[in-house]
DNA sequence: TTAGGGTTAG
């Protein structure tokens, strides 16, 4: 065969096609589906898939030869046997097969001969015959080998008995058994190997199973309808799109494109394998093309993919059943497409198809995705009416479908009523729990999957890891990243990014680099995290040049990336870098600003002093100014001592939110600190009556994998005779080193020294004492503050720093301060 | 032959 005739292909198919018209084997629009496929397919295949590429050549040319006949190519191996040839040969087979129906067949029999030690050979023969017409009688591997055995004491095994006891060795998932016996025959029947590939496949064995199926083919043997469903099966776990279309093409070739449960597989198959690359848009498979098929198919006629090939496929089906309609709808789901999901559900009810568990499983995520409360309700019963709310799939779906819309109690309930309970479903409420801020209980519910002997999976490390980022617990978060490395998940980028900011949230940036710089691949999640991790421990520097090499690299900075590229400028006052980076997200990445980049650059300039500018700068936001971005320039109005703007900036934060907690406790501190206590006096008053309590200040710090917390005053810990002594020693040597306690932020009307005294029993400086005098020299110290350090703490734990010879890490709840030999990573900028 | 849960910020 000449090169040039396997890629002319256009011209044969036209002819194909032609003779296909009016015979009424085939639909016009099912066979030019088919052709485009094929003409995709066939020539990457060549190569790699030999035989393949070979079948669909092998057809063209059978065009205008005979019309009945196997064909057989130049390999010595495969034939072809044109379309509705097969089909009448099918009819046939379903024929010979009814007409067996009412054979009398016994097990029974079988056992009590064995058991007899039968002697004569020709009765023995009679009982195999009717067993081997009714294979499904048996049901066990004993019985099968026996009947087995049978065969071989009688010498009577043929191919096609051997194909039957084969079939019954895979229906019993007997792989090992019917593998030895497939390989004895020397030209294997279809049964044989259609059981073969549909038990691998059922094993997960699915690249054996299209190997087999190569194998099948070339040995001559056409496959029937039996065997599609397996291939595709595997070839959608094998992510092989184009093997996957090449075999689609086959099957329309093969008139099987009518077969209920293959176009279900087939559907199932491109809703899977979206995106994975169909449309050939460039590559090698251009290379081979000659100029003309590439002008006159691909660029005109593209390829339909993904979710359009489901519904093509949908379209075409002369009967469908409810897996069809549950294929398209999930389908659908999958690919964001909601509403054309939704309206496949109000159809399939017009058709009188109910909705099943399989049904709803994939709609309620779209009510999550909408935070479409109301609706994920209305499901909620229809699932209790139906009596199906005990379904695993279907409480997972319920209970992140509450935890989404805030309403985590729900979620609680659904989970405490499921009958079973697998890693998805405690997987989601741990979820439920992280994403509504309950990590505590998200830790507590991992540990209960853990206890109750369900085996946490990748995922599960995904959403626990973020809860102990949260709440700064790197013990936690190592013993986790143990467990990740034995069950052999760390190369999965989810938990890799996780990871990553679980320990730069947990103060271990080194860690955190470590892991990021092994991973094979970046995506923007990875990017972002690190780039954060960075900001976070005051790396403006590394941060903003990550994020120019995350750009180099051809990723692409999503809106998150910018926050964290601006959050890193804003931690080390790059104020023009910046606004660089600011105004790129519309001009370079058609970005929309949203509330946290303005909130970035205000919390920016407000650090850096330029307070007039970011009161403009708010003031002209495109979005509505929320309480939290008139708060951070009211916490930098208090860091630069600007109580004139504070007023000002404190009745905007008022006037959008009159119980705004935050702004009432910074305004008494600056009312106190310029010694105004009247007005500080008149503000507590009126957070008195509105019934605001002030959240206590505390610190907490590990040891010994216990988490030990410490409010601000507090004196209740039981190691507090030695944390005050030792800070009254440490405070003799800092004075001696010129350490002046500074009050100024005290906010209390008392004097000079009960303010000291109140700056000693500050929750930080408590945690820091409590972690020198537990640990060896030389430990590092971290400790995790739910409000923003103290100005006068911030001295004070260089000076213990240094005094100590420690290093300290504090993470307060905007950054991390590393103190180190006497001064602070942060710069004093924060 | 069909279904559910995940990482970065806020």
Redesign the pocket.
């Known amino acids: 065969m000449q090169a040039s005739d396997r890629f002319n292909i256009n011209s044969q198919l036209e002819h194909l096609q032609a003779k296909y018209v009016g015979t009424g084997h085939a639909d016009l629009s099912r066979f030019e589906w088919a052709v485009n496929i094929q003409r995709d397919s066939y020539a990457s295949y060549i190569g790699h898939y030999p035989m393949l590429a070979y079948f669909a050549i092998a057809e063209n040319e059978s065009i205008g030869r005979e019309r009945y006949n196997f064909m057989q190519l130049s390999s010595g191996k495969c034939f072809y046997r044109v379309a509705f040839l097969q089909k009448e040969k099918t009819t046939n087979e379903r024929l010979a097969k009814r007409n067996h129906k009412g054979t009398v067949f016994a097990l029974e029999n079988v056992q009590s001969h064995s058991q007899r030690r039968m002697s004569s050979s020709s009765s023995s023969k009679a009982i195999i015959k009717t067993l081997i017409k009714n294979p499904t009688r048996i049901r066990s591997k004993h019985q099968a080998k026996q009947l087995h055995a049978q065969f071989l004491r009688t010498q009577s095994l043929s191919h096609t008995s051997a194909s039957v006891v084969i079939s019954i060795y895979t229906n019993l998932k007997l792989l090992h058994e019917a593998l030895l016996l497939f390989h004895t025959l020397e030209s294997p029947p279809v049964l044989a190997w259609k059981s073969v590939i549909?038990c691998f496949?059922?094993q997960s064995l699915f690249s054996r199973a299209l190997s087999s199926f190569v194998d099948m083919r070339a040995s001559g043997r056409c496959p029937d309808h039996n065997v599609f469903?397996?291939v595709?099966?595997s070839c959608?776990m094998m992510t092989d799109l184009k093997l996957g279309e090449s075999v689609h093409g086959y099957i329309v070739r093969l008139g099987l494109d009518c077969d209920?449960?293959?176009?279900?597989?087939l559907?199932?198959m491109y809703?899977?394998l979206q995106g994975m690359g169909s449309n050939i848009s460039a590559g090698k498979v251009f290379d081979e093309m000659p100029q003309r098929i590439i002008d006159s198919e691909t660029m005109s006629n593209a390829l339909p993919s993904g979710i359009d090939s489901v519904r093509k496929v949908f379209e075409l089906m002369p009967t469908k059943?409810?897996?069809?309609?549950?294929?398209i709808?999930?389908g659908y789901?999958?690919s964001g497409m909601y509403e054309d999901a939704l309206r496949m559900v109000r159809e399939m009810a017009s058709e009188d198809i109910k909705p099943?568990?399989?049904?709803?499983?994939?709609v309620?995520?779209i009510f999550?995705?909408y935070v479409d409360v109301k609706r994920g309700k209305e499901i909620h019963g229809y699932v209790i009416r139906k009596g199906?709310d005990a379904?695993?799939?279907?409480?997972?779906?319920l209970?992140?479908m509450y935890?989404?819309s805030a309403r985590i109690e729900d979620s609680e309930r659904v989970f405490s009523h499921?009958l079973?309970?697998?890693?998805?479903?405690?997987?989601?409420l741990?979820?439920?729990y992280?994403?509504n801020g309950r990590y505590n209980e998200a830790l507590k519910l991992f540990r209960q999957m853990v206890t109750a002997k369900v085996r946490?999976?990748?995922?599960?490390?995904?959403?626990v890891?973020?809860a102990c980022?949260?709440l700064s617990t790197l013990h936690l978060g190592k013993q986790l990243h143990g467990y990740v490395l034995r069950g052999g998940?760390s190369d999965?980028?989810?938990?890799?990014?996780?990871l990553?900011?679980?320990y730069?949230?947990c103060g271990s940036i080194k860690a955190a680099r470590k892991i990021f710089d092994r991973m094979n691949v970046h995506?923007?999640?990875?990017?972002?995290?690190i780039i954060?991790?960075h900001a976070?421990h005051g790396h403006g520097h590394e941060a903003v040049s990550l994020f120019e090499e995350m750009k180099q690299r051809g990723v692409k900075p999503?809106?998150?990336?910018f926050?964290?590229v601006l959050?890193a400028c804003s931690h080390v006052g790059l104020v023009d870098e910046a606004w660089g980076y600011f105004n790129s997200m519309t001009e370079v990445y058609g970005l929309n600003h949203?509330?946290?980049h303005y909130?970035?650059v205000a919390d920016l300039l407000g650090r850096a002093g330029k307070l007039e500018e970011a009161y403009e700068f708010i003031s002209n936001m495109r979005v509505e100014p929320?309480g939290?971005v008139w708060s951070t320039l009211l916490s930098s109005c208090s860091v630069h001592k600007n109580l004139e703007l504070a007023e000002k900036v404190a009745e905007k934060i008022f006037a959008v939110d009159s119980e705004n907690m935050g702004a009432c406790v910074l305004m008494c501190n600056m009312y106190a600190s310029n010694g105004r206590w009247k007005e500080m006096a008149k503000l507590r008053l009126r957070m008195k009556k509105l019934g605001m309590r002030k959240k206590p200040a505390c610190s907490w710090i590990e040891f010994k994998d216990k988490t030990h917390g410490f409010v601000s005053g507090d004196r209740s810990h039981s190691s507090m005779e030695r944390i005050n002594e030792f800070l009254e020693a440490v405070m003799e040597q800092m004075e001696r080193e010129g350490y002046v306690a500074d009050t100024s932020g005290v906010l209390h009307d008392v004097d000079e020294e009960h303010k000291r005294e109140l700056l000693f029993g500050h929750s930080e400086r408590l945690a820091v004492a409590f972690g020198i005098i537990n640990t060896e020299p030389g430990t590092t110290i971290r400790v995790t503050k739910n409000i923003r350090i103290c100005r006068d703490c911030h001295v004070a734990i260089k000076f213990i720093a240094k005094i100590t010879e420690r290093e300290i890490i504090v993470r307060d709840n905007?950054r991390f301060h590393h103190f180190n030999r006497g001064s602070c990573s942060c710069g004093d900028y924060w």
């Open positions: 549909r496949t059922d469903p397996s595709l099966k959608t209920l449960y293959t176009c279900n597989a559907m199932n809703a899977k059943d409810v897996v069809s309609w549950n294929t709808i999930a789901a999958q099943d568990a399989f049904t709803l499983s994939s309620l995520p999550s995705e199906i379904d695993v799939y279907i409480g997972s779906s209970v992140d935890a989404k499921l079973r309970r697998d890693s998805i479903s405690y997987n989601s741990v979820a439920g992280v994403q946490p999976g990748p995922v599960a490390f995904s959403t890891l973020p980022a949260h998940y999965n980028i989810f938990i890799d990014s996780a990553v900011d679980m730069s949230k995506d923007e999640v990875s990017w972002t995290a954060m991790g976070l999503n809106h998150v990336a926050v964290a959050t949203e509330l946290e909130a970035a929320t939290s905007s």
